[in-house]
Nanobody
Framework: QVQLAESGTGLVKPSQTLSLTCTVSGESITTNDYHWSWIRQPPRKGLERIGYIDYSGSTYYSPSLKGRTTIARDTSKNQFTLQLSSVTPEDTAVYYC????????????WGQGTLVTVSS
């Protein structure tokens, strides 16, 4: 069974870089049936797509966050990562990693989510 788990620092100061890791078990992140995605949900707001990395390592970033976002992977650990630079309090959110079925674009497996707070 595929499982995803987010980890990283829960409190980040403004202007610093947020860093999160998603550890995937039960499925290789190089399988060409899936992409691997980051999504966030700010308090009292809806879900927002951040970007994804596909099975070949190519990345896509949301235009609203492009320039501050880096998604990468470590295939030896079956992990993919998120870095968001120059954070502000508006980046406070629950951050999720998810598996995306390439054929349907369904986000069919999710991590439990991790709250990241940006505050001095």
């Amino acid at each position: 069974q595929v499982q995803l788990a987010e980890s990283g620092t829960g409190l980040v100061k403004p202007s610093q870089t947020l860093s999160l890791t998603c550890t995937v078990s039960g499925e290789s992140i190089t399988t060409n049936d899936y992409h691997w995605s980051w999504i966030r949900q700010p308090p009292r707001k809806g879900l927002e797509r951040i970007g994804y990395i596909d099975y070949s390592g190519s990345t896509y970033y949301s235009p609203s966050l492009k320039g501050r976002t880096t998604i990468a992977r470590d295939t030896s650990k079956n992990q993919f990562t998120l870095q968001l630079s120059s954070v502000t309090p508006e980046d406070t959110a629950v951050y999720y990693c998810a598996r995306v079925a390439a054929a349907s674009w369904d986000h069919d497996r999710w991590g439990q989510g991790t709250l990241v707070t940006v505050s001095s």
